[in-house]
């Protein structure tokens, strides 16, 4: 069965990655037809719309996308199109697997860490909703509702049952933002006791982030809102040696677009040196969600090996290979 899948390059170095991952997916025989869609700066300029129609088109017919970065400009320009793209497609939950791979260099390579991240992808700070009350004072507001909060939590919970994992924190700043985050919270509590077989705990973001550091291996599913839970990836995804490494899935009611952590680092942006794992990772979600169990473990196997083995590894995790370099020897294995 061949599988319809809309690529969205990005920018910066996300049509390296991207082209990367296609190759790896390709390799492992599964019949995509790719779909390539142009979304960066150049385009937004040009349509001067944030999120173009052909993206949303091509979203549309084949209801899953394989997404590289998308620059955003810093305090100024356009709005974020990746945060435009979550909530128009209402991709309520973000899921960042992290785990260290086989041989990795990292300041934690002696720890096991495996956990996953559930984010809520559509409100909170990033409502965008940000007003200058008079000169030099300017308010921006933090939305939180009972349904996304409920929903995320509910995403969490009935992961974790499925693939049998035990304990569920969720992480707030509840003692400060006491209605949004209380919100939040009680929304987490309803969740938590309708699934008792699931161990709950609640940490305060600043008290997570440090536990996160000290005994990372004490962690198992996390569920955040939305800002917290962009920072604690970052975070986590240092733990197992960058953001090269830590991929990611938007899920919605009826489209998943797979994308990973990183940004679109500018600062190594066309320099082939790029590592190219995240987005792959990202890629065996994807296949994990188009029913490609065999194709997703082939892949995932394959990337193992080539860390396990130390050849062919890209400067940001210690090694001297180009991103083409990685997924030659990924398709190696493959
Ligand atoms: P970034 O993730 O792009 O980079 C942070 C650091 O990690 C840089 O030093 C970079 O070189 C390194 N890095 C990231 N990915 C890497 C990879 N695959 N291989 C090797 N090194 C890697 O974060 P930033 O610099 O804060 O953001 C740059 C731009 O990306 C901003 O415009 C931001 O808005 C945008 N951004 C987009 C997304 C997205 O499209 N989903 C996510 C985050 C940031």
């Keep these: 069965m061949s599988h319809s899948v809309t690529l969205i390059p990005g920018d910066g170095i996300g049509p390296e990655v991207a082209a990367a991952a296609r190759r790896a997916v390709d390799a492992t025989g599964v019949s995509i037809q790719w779909e390539p869609v142009e979304l960066n700066a150049e385009v937004i300029s040009q349509t001067g719309q944030s999120l173009p129609q052909h993206v949303l088109d091509s979203l549309e017919r084949t209801r899953v996308g394989l997404k590289g970065p998308v620059t955003t400009p810093i305090g100024g320009g356009f709005a974020s199109v990746n945060v435009a793209l979550r909530k128009k497609l209402d991709l309520f939950a973000n899921v960042r697997p992290v785990h260290s ?57 009935a992961f974790a049952k499925k693939v049998g994992r035990r304990k569920v924190v969720a992480i707030h700043k509840a003692n400060i933002m006491k209605l949004a985050d209380g919100l939040f919270l009680r929304c987490c509590r309803e969740v938590a006791e309708r699934n008792p077989e699931i161990e709950y705990k609640e940490l305060i973001v600043d008290n997570a982030s440090m536990q996160l550091v000290i005994r990372p291996e004490t962690f198992d599913v996390l569920l955040l809102p939305n800002l917290y839970g ?11 040696g960058g953001l090269g490494v830590v991929p990611g899935a938007n899920m919605g009611e009826h489209h998943a677009v797979f994308e990973a952590v990183h940004g679109s680092a500018p600062d190594i942006a066309g ?32 990337v193992e090996k080539v860390y396990a083995g130390r050849e062919e590894v890209t400067p940001d995790v210690g090694g001297r290979a180009s991103t083409n370099g990685f997924t030659d020897a990924v398709i190696g294995h493959l």
């Design 101 to 157: 791979l086989p041989g990795i260099a990292s300041r934690f390579s002696d720890v096991k860490i495996d956990m996953v991240i559930f984010r809520e992808n559509t409100e909170d700070l990033y409502s965008g909703l940000e007003h200058e009350v008079v000169k030099d004072v300017v308010t921006s507001l933090k939305v939180i509702t009972r349904v996304a909060s409920v929903r995320i939590a509910e995403y969490a919970f």
């Design 271 to 302: 320099k082939g040196i790029a590592n190219p794992t995240a987005m792959m990772l990202s890629a065996v979600l994807m296949l994990i969600h188009l029913g490609e169990l065999d194709a997703a473990n082939r892949l995932q196997a394959a």
């Design 230 to 240: 962009d920072i604690v990836s970052d975070l986590a995804a240092g733990l197992v």
